[in-house]
């Protein structure tokens, strides 16, 4: 996409992959942003042909990007927990505030969810014009056939959007395993009772390259070596980036 200039301080060091908006507002709060020698502030707008340094060395930054696989229960939320419910932050056992979930998955779903601190990947992983695979394994409520998953493959009408094709293999008499690259609320769900099938169970098995292996309910995982390395180029990133052009 083309970049539109006079641009916000913010959202030029996250159009240059160096940080996320957020990140980038603390990044300036603390007047370790400069623009053409003059210290930035938050709502500056710079030109394509202004300077901008960042005190802060991209390797102090980036060594503490932190991204976890974890196992979702079900019954915990992922965001906005009502009153009694709980979110992941609740019962996550790495107490770091910092932390935060890629996307969602249903409360009464469980499985893989990705945990992390670096906010430049949310936007890569759920955009919807990215088709990022994600793989769920399902258990309906009577024996399914050929006609059932080739119903499901090539896209479904809901009524208020028709889904895109996926693919599907049955794994059991009454389960299969689904690989969508969208992520509508409730989705398999939906196609599943629009052919007359309840959803028994519905666990995520994969994002991506990332797996949930044999992660139990509340287990998780450092992701990092060559999984890690695989995830970011995927997103077009690195863990430990080089000064973008104009970013010093």
Excluded: W
Excluded at 3 to 9: D, E, F, G, L, S
Excluded at 23 to 32: K, R, S, V, W
């Amino acid at each position: 996409m083309e970049k539109v200039y006079p641009m916000r301080i913010n959202k030029y060091l996250s159009s240059q992959d160096y940080c996320s908006r957020r990140e980038a507002d603390g990044l300036i709060t603390a007047g370790l942003v400069k623009i053409n020698g003059r210290i930035a502030v938050l709502g500056d707008k710079v030109s394509e042909h202004d300077k901008v340094e960042v005190s802060q060395s991209v390797k102090d930054r980036t060594s503490r990007l932190k991204y976890y696989a974890y196992h979702k229960p079900a019954e915990i939320v992922t965001h906005t927990p009502e009153e009694g419910q709980k979110e992941i932050s609740d019962i996550f056992p790495v107490k770091d505030k910092t932390i935060f979930p890629v996307g969602r998955l249903d409360k009464s779903s469980r499985g893989l969810i990705i945990l992390t601190n670096d906010g430049r990947i949310t936007g890569k992983v759920l955009g919807p014009e990215m088709n990022r695979e994600k793989e769920y394994a399902v258990r309906v409520d009577k024996n399914i056939n050929g006609f059932f998953l080739n119903k499901l493959s090539f896209g479904l009408d809901l009524g208020d959007f028709i889904t895109k094709p996926c693919q599907t293999k049955q794994t059991g008499a009454d389960e299969f395993t689904i690989i969508l690259t969208e992520g509508k609320k409730h989705q398999i769900r939906r196609m599943c009772d629009a052919l007359g099938f309840v959803v028994k169970d519905l666990q995520r098995i994969r994002i991506m390259n990332i797996g949930l292996k044999d992660l139990k309910p509340n287990q998780y995982r450092e992701i990092k070596g060559k999984e890690l390395e695989t995830f970011l180029s995927e997103l077009g990133l690195q863990k430990y980036q080089k000064n973008k052009k104009g970013i010093e």
